[in-house]
């Protein structure tokens, strides 16, 4: 059975950090593409950062967090990470981690086969 479960979300300020956790079980982050995703109120899923699986571990960024945020992963933890800086209250969403092995747009959801329950993340002014 496939488990992606996110923590680390909250409330912060707007120039503050955070760093989300998104522990794998069932599924092994080093040959998984995974990804983050979020989807605010009244908006559609989008996505946020990725890295792909093998050893090049290449990552992706939206134009919105590149610079701000870095995607990465820990194989021995078999957990994948999202750094966040310098947050802006229009990142306020429900951020999901995603896995997926096979190949396809790295921002597209449908391309994903597994998702964690969503961490949220307030970034107040």
């Known amino acids: 059975q496939v488990q992606l479960v996110e923590s680390g979300g909250g409330s912060v300020q707007a120039g503050g950090s955070l760093t989300l956790s998104c522990a794998a079980s069932?599924?092994?982050?080093?040959?998984?593409?995974m990804a983050w995703f979020r989807q605010a109120p009244g908006k559609e899923r989008e996505g946020v950062a990725a890295i792909a699986a093998g050893r090049s571990g290449r990552t992706f960024y939206a134009d919105s967090v590149n610079g701000r945020f870095t995607i990465s992963r820990d194989n021995d933890e078999n957990t994948a990470y999202l750094q966040m800086s310098n947050l802006k209250p229009e990142d306020t969403a429900i951020y999901y981690c995603?896995?997926?092995?096979?190949?396809?747009?790295?921002?597209?959801?449908?391309?994903?086969?597994?998702w964690g329950q969503g961490t949220q993340v307030t970034v107040s002014t």
């Open positions: 995603a896995a997926h092995k096979g190949s396809g747009t790295w921002s597209n959801p449908q391309v994903f086969n597994y």
């Open positions: 069932g599924v092994t982050v080093s040959t998984n593409s």
